[in-house]
C-alpha cells in the first residue's frame, strides 16, 4: 500500500494524486470491449496506459447529450405551462410513474452518493445499509401511506399550492404562513447549496476539471427546464433522470463489486466483514448505534417535513395514481438507496483511513478507480441528476413560497400573470444565490448541515398531527414549530455547529416539537376563542373550492 496516499490501496502501489487515469493491461482490455475504444487513442507508459482527452471528453460528450435533452424537456414543458398552477403543482393532474420518479430523485441528491454513503459507509461498514433500507420503508412507503392521499385532497380542495399555505388553512393564521415561508427560504438556501458539493468532487477526479465548472453545470441545467417549464418540466426532467440513476447505480453495483478490491459479492462481505470486526465496528457500540438510528430517522422520517418533498403530493391525479405511486415510489427509493449505501459500505476494502481531502472524495475516487470510461460518463450524468433534481425541488419550494405567501398577499389586486413571472424571476435568483454560496464557501454553508433538520424540527409535526388529529389547534402548532427551530439552532450553537452530530440533533428537535404540540394544544383549548379554533371545511371533504383547476383528463 502506498502510505502516501492517506490510505488509499492501491494493487500496483500507484497513486492518481495528478488525477491522471492509470489502467494496467487488464483494465485496457476491459475499457477497449466494454467503449469500443481503439489502443490508438491511448499513449504508453511503460506497462501502463494513460487515459486523457480521450477520457475527458468522452464524459464530456455524454453530459452534453444530457443539457441538450434536458432543454428540450424545458421548452416542451414551457409550452404546456399556461397558468401559475401549472407552474407550481403541473396543474394537478400528474400521473404515478412521474409523481414517484419526482419524489425519488428529490430524496436523493450527490449528498447521498458521494457523502452520506461515503461517509455512513466507512463510518458503519454494512450496518449502513440499515439507512437505505429505512430510506425506502419510512422515507417513501409510510410516507405516501400516511401523508400522500390526505395532503393531494386538502391542497386540492382548498386550492393550496404551498406548505405555508397549508398551515394557514389549518390553524387560521396568516403569521404562520408568514413564518413558513420565511423560514423555507431561509434555509433552504444553504441546504441548495449542499447539492452542489457532490458533483464537484467528481468532476475534479475524474475530469480533473474545477469544481466550479460541476457546480455552473448543474445551476444551468436546473436553469433551463424549472424556470422555462416550472413543475411539468420538472416531472417529465425527473423521470428521464429517475431511469438515468436506475441504470447508473446497478452498473455502478456491478463493477464495483467485481472489482479486485472487492472480488465478488460472496468475497467482498467476507472481507468488509472481517474488517468490520478488526476496525471494532462489529458489533456496534452504542454511541455508533445512537449516530446510526439519528441518520435512519433524519434521512426518512425527516422527510416528512421538507416541503419539496410534500409539495409531490400535491399534483398527483387521483387516489389510483397515489395506490400505484406508493409502490413505485418505495420500490425506486429502496434500489437507489440500498445500492448507494452497499458501495458506501465498501470504502473500507479500498482506504484504511480518510483520504487526506476528506471522506467525500472517497467515493469519487473508487469510481475512478473500477468503472470503464463510458460508464464513469453515465455516473456523471447520473450525480448530475440526482443534484440537478434536488435542486429544481428546493428552488421551486422555496420561490413559490416567496412569491405566494409573501409577495403576492400585498398586492393591491390579485394578478396572477405576474406572480407567475415573479416567480419564475425568483427561480432563476434563488439558483444564482445558491450557486454563488456553493462557489465561494461562504460561512452560511455552515448551516447546510443543520438545515434539514431545523426545518423538518418545524414542520413536521404540525403538519403530521394537522392532517391526522381534528383537536389540534394554533396555539399547539406555534408552540412545535418555534420549538423545533429554538432546539435545532441551540444544540447546533452549542455544539459549535458540529456537522457530525447534526443528523442526532435534528431528530432531537422533531420529538421536541411533537412533544411541545401535544402540550401547547391543551392550553388553546383551555384558552378557547382562536386559541382554540379548527376550521371544518379542512376535513369536511364535501367542501371544495375547486372550480375546474386541475381537472384536465391528460396525465403528465
Keep these: ?50 487515459v486523457t482527452v480521450t477520457k475527458q471528453t468522452f464524459v464530456l460528450l455524454i453530459i452534453g447529450l444530457y443539457i441538450i435533452v434536458m432543454a428540450i424537456v424545458g421548452i416542451q414543458g414551457a409550452r404546456k405551462t399556461k397558468t401559475l398552477t401549472d407552474f407550481v403543482v403541473g396543474g394537478r393532474r400528474a400521473g404515478p410513474w412521474v409523481s414517484a420518479f419526482a419524489y425519488g430523485t428529490t430524496y436523493f441528491s450527490a449528498v447521498l452518493f458521494i457523502g452520506y454513503a461515503g461517509t455512513s459507509g466507512f463510518n458503519f461498514g454494512w450496518w449502513a445499509v440499515l ?46 404562513k408568514t413564518f413558513a415561508a420565511v423560514l423555507t427560504f431561509l434555509f433552504l438556501v444553504p441546504y441548495s447549496a449542499s447539492v452542489y458539493s457532490g458533483l464537484s468532487y467528481l468532476c475534479e477526479i475524474v475530469l480533473g476539471l ?51 478490491e472487492v472480488g465478488g459479492l460472496s468475497a467482498g462481505i467476507e472481507r468488509l466483514t472481517a474488517v468490520m470486526e478488526e476496525g471494532g465496528i462489529l458489533p456496534l457500540s452504542g454511541a455508533g448505534a445512537g449516530q446510526l438510528l439519528g441518520l435512519c430517522l433524519l434521512t426518512s422520517v425527516g422527510t416528512w417535513g421538507m416541503p419539496q418533498m410534500v409539495q409531490k ?61 463510458l460508464l464513469l460518463g453515465v455516473v456523471m450524468v447520473l450525480v448530475l441528476s440526482a443534484s440537478v433534481s434536488t435542486l429544481s425541488g428546493i428552488t421551486l419550494s422555496a420561490c413559490s413560497a416567496i412569491t405566494l405567501d ?6 393591491k389586486t390579485e394578478n396572477k400573470a ?62 412545535g414549530m418555534i420549538t423545533g427551530v429554538a432546539v435545532s439552532l441551540a444544540l447546533a450553537i452549542g455544539s459549535g455547529f458540529d456537522s457530525g452530530n447534526a443528523a442526532l440533533f435534528g431528530v432531537i428537535a422533531m420529538a421536541a416539537s411533537f412533544a411541545a404540540c ?39
Excluded at 391542497?155 to 404551498?162: E, F, M, Q
Excluded at 466550479?212 to 422555462?228: N, Q
Excluded at 409573501?406 to 398586492?411: D, E, Q, T, V
Excluded at 454553508?445 to 443543520?450: E, I, R
Design 313 to 373: 403530493f400535491y399534483g398527483v391525479a387521483d387516489e389510483k395514481s397515489i395506490r400505484a405511486g406508493t409502490v413505485i415510489s418505495t420500490g425506486f427509493c429502496l434500489l437507489i438507496s440500498v445500492c448507494a449505501y452497499f458501495i458506501g459500505s465498501l470504502t473500507r476494502l479500498f482506504f484504511t483511513e480518510v483520504p487526506a481531502g476528506g471522506s467525500d472524495q472517497m467515493i469519487p475516487m473508487i469510481l475512478d478507480k473500477t468503472l470503464p470510461v
Design 210 to 260: 474545477p469544481y466550479e465548472w460541476a457546480m455552473f453545470a448543474i445551476a444551468l441545467v436546473a436553469a433551463l427546464y424549472l424556470i422555462a417549464g416550472g413543475y411539468i418540466a420538472s416531472l417529465r426532467a425527473d423521470f428521464i433522470q429517475g431511469l438515468v440513476m436506475i441504470a447508473g447505480v446497478l452498473l455502478m453495483v456491478g463493477f464495483v463489486v467485481a472489482s479486485p
Design 1 to 50: 500500500m502506498d502510505e502516501a496516499a492517506g490510505g488509499y490501496v492501491s494493487p500496483g502501489g500507484l497513486f492518481e494524486e495528478d488525477f491522471c487515469f492509470m489502467l494496467d493491461k487488464r483494465t485496457l482490455f476491459r475499457y477497449n470491449f466494454d467503449s469500443t475504444l481503439s489502443v490508438k487513442s491511448f499513449k504508453l507508459i511503460n506497462k501502463r496506459e494513460r
Design 418 to 479: 405576474r406572480t407567475l413571472l415573479q416567480t419564475r424571476l425568483l427561480c432563476f435568483l434563488f439558483i444564482v444565490l445558491s450557486f454563488v454560496i456553493a462557489v465561494f464557501k461562504t460561512p452560511i454553508l455552515t448551516l447546510m448541515s443543520f438545515s434539514w433538520g431545523t426545518i423538518s424540527g418545524a414542520f413536521l409535526a404540525p403538519y403530521f398531527l394537522g392532517l391526522w388529529w381534528k383537536r389540534m389547534n394554533r396555539t399547539g402548532a406555534w408552540a
Design 131 to 176: 439507512i437505505g433500507i429505512m430510506n425506502g420503508l419510512l422515507g417513501a412507503f409510510l410516507a405516501w401511506k400516511l401523508l400522500a392521499s390526505r395532503t393531494r385532497d386538502v391542497t386540492r380542495r382548498l386550492k393550496i399550492k404551498t406548505m405555508p399555505q397549508m398551515f394557514e388553512k389549518r390553524y387560521q393564521s396568516k403569521h404562520m
Design 406 to 411: 409573501l409577495i403576492a398577499p400585498h398586492s
Design 518 to 556: 401535544l402540550i401547547g394544544t391543551p392550553v388553546g383549548w383551555k384558552l378557547g376563542g382562536r386559541f382554540a379554533e379548527v376550521p371544518a371545511v379542512f376535513f369536511d371533504r364535501s367542501f371544495t373550492l375547486q372550480k375546474g383547476e386541475g381537472a384536465a383528463p391528460e396525465k403528465v
